[in-house]
């Protein structure tokens, strides 16, 4: 930013330093040479051409600092800067960033015409009855700047904003040109400096559009004061032979008019080539930035999902080799406890110890449903395939759903089947599992009033996919990346085992398909089924 910031500085002092060099220069040649050899003619078209070539100067430098400083018209981020897609700055971004600029330039403006009005205004270089009419015109221009400043950070459309900036400017500076000189005074030559920052700033044509209504202006103030419409304010330090005024000479106004037209849409039309050639270059780097981006986030993406599977893979290694080191001892805990109630209820046993041996028996039956599981998500059983009609797979599960809770907790379901009759190669009973754990844990996250959407459709020519969309609480980012991890659960203690989604993920991975989910807490979720098509069908 101080960069910037330096440049803005340099381009002022030194296009300042220009037009007061060859300005100061004139008057002084004027003051104690040409006043004594020319006659009064000839000095206005000395004044003349003085103004158009400090600005001829002036647009020079401007365009050559526009080619070399190119990252003042559009900013480029550094290296390091950008790390996602937000990260490029939009067109909006640079017009805000501009307007910025303009209005603390402005401050600057505001400051220095005061000083201007009150220096001359005290030398008598311009008539007393001027100071009020300029002073209005300076206290506008504060006062638009102040509403500026105050709108300027929730602007939206920064581009409107720019243009409304433009033009309100340089209708107050027709007020200063009006009171200053009208033509005989080269502050006129102002306006090209807003024609060159509508051409830096704005689309071509709206630059034109911004160059002619200042062209427009400036006729209206010199015609007018040619018919003594508006009353003409002579500068002393101008040489004036009684009320011979140049303002009021036919000639004069219509080369100045002529020169000044000239000038003004040469200068746009350079400018906006110049500027063109350096939006179509900064276009080209941004897609190629936002190209290179796009491959990083893929990438990673690709690297998440591996890592993810890695470490699926793993944990399912370990649940095996778990499941394989408990299965035995827990299967004969199993069929001892069995035998130990029979034999209890045969015996007639108390029912205080009937109970324990029982509590007993259900807990290792418990611990071998766990066993099963963990070895289904590790190593899922091989058995034999059949095609499987989707649409009638849904249906089904359906009919398994406890319609008692559904009514309790006035929840809808909404099913929507695919037309065409989609067959995916598995087993029936695997994947009527799946979907149901999966409808089951979209009606146990809904409170009450809910809706629980279940889609059948073709994702692709050979993928068929399964959508069960619901509105319940939700899954937080954190969570989301655990939720097919074996004994991972959000429910309360006792309430879930923690294998329900891990089971569903081996099933659905061992004939080669995949679950995607999408959620965020208090949002609801939607858990995708894809699963190849059988193309033989």
């Known amino acids: 930013m101080g960069r910037k910031k330096f440049n803005i500085a340099r381009l002022l002092l030194f296009c300042g330093g ?66 996602h897609f937000s990260d490029i700055p939009t067109e909006n971004d640079r017009l805000k960033h501009h307007a910025k600029w303009f209005i603390r330039m402005r401050w600057i403006a505001s400051g220095t015409a005061l000083l201007l009005i009150a220096i001359t205004v005290f030398l008598e270089v311009l008539p007393a009855e001027t100071l009020i009419p300029l002073l209005c015109c300076a206290a506008l221009l504060l006062f638009a700047n102040v509403i500026y400043s105050r709108i300027s950070r929730g602007v939206n459309n920064a581009y409107s904003f720019i243009m409304v900036q433009v033009i309100v400017d340089l209708v107050i500076l027709a007020g200063f040109v009006e009171f200053s000189g009208g033509l005989e005074n080269p502050i006129y030559f102002m306006y090209l400096l807003h024609v060159v920052l509508a051409g830096i700033l704005l689309r071509q044509r709206d630059a034109f559009i911004i160059t002619f209504f200042a062209f427009v202006l400036v006729c209206v103030v010199s015609f007018g004061q040619l018919v003594h419409i508006f009353p003409h304010h002579t500068i002393a330090i101008f040489p004036h032979a009684g009320d011979n005024h140049a303002s009021y000479n036919l000639p004069f106004v219509l080369g100045n008019i002529s020169v000044f037209f000239i000038m003004m849409f040469m200068t ?64 004969i805990i199993t069929a001892r406890a069995k035998m130990l109630v029979n034999d209890a209820e045969k015996a007639g046993t108390n029912e205080k110890q009937l109970s324990d041996l029982r509590t007993i028996l259900r807990h290792a039956e418990r611990v071998s449903a766990i066993a099963k599981g ?3 998500y590790s190593r899922p059983a091989v058995k034999t395939t059949e095609a499987v009609d989707i649409n009638y797979l849904v249906k089904s599960v359906m009919t398994l759903i406890d319609q008692e809770s559904i009514k309790e907790k006035r929840t809808l379901i909404r099913t929507f089947f695919c037309k065409e009759k989609l067959m995916a190669s598995a087993d029936f009973n695997d994947l009527q599992q799946a979907l149901l754990n999966i409808v089951n844990n979209a009606l146990e996250a809904i409170q009450k009033n809910g809706m629980v959407i279940i889609r059948v459709f073709k994702d692709k020519e050979s993928t068929i996919g399964i959508s069960v969309e619901d509105t319940g609480v939700g899954i937080s980012e954190k969570n989301r990346e655990k939720l097919f991890e074996p ?47 059988n193309t033989a069908l």
């Open 374 to 376: 963990l070895l289904f």
């Open 18 to 83: 220009i037009l007061g060099f060859i300005f100061i220069g004139y008057e002084v040649l004027e003051r104690y040479w040409l006043i004594d050899l020319l006659e009064m003619t000839s000095i206005h078209r000395l004044h003349l051409i003085r103004g158009i070539g400090a600005s001829l100067v002036a647009v020079a430098f401007i365009i050559i600092y526009l080619r070399r400083y190119s990252q003042f018209i559009l900013p480029i981020p550094r290296a390091g800067e950008i790390v």
């Open 487 to 533: 004994f991972f659960t959000t429910k309360p203690p006792g309430k879930g085992t923690g294998l329900g989604l891990a089971i569903c993920y081996g099933i659905i991975r061992s004939y080669h398909g995949d679950i995607n989910v999408e959620s965020s807490e208090g949002k609801g979720s939607k858990f995708t089924i894809l699963l190849p098509g």
């Open 268 to 331: 746009v039309y350079f400018v906006t080539l110049v500027v063109d050639r350096l939006r179509k270059s900064n276009d080209l780097l941004m897609q190629s930035i936002a190209n290179a981006l796009s491959e990083v986030e893929k990438r990673k993406e690709v690297e998440a999902q591996l890592v993810h599977s890695s470490k699926l893979s793993a944990i399912g290694r370990l649940a095996g080799q778990v499941t394989h080191e408990i299965n035995n001892p827990v299967g």
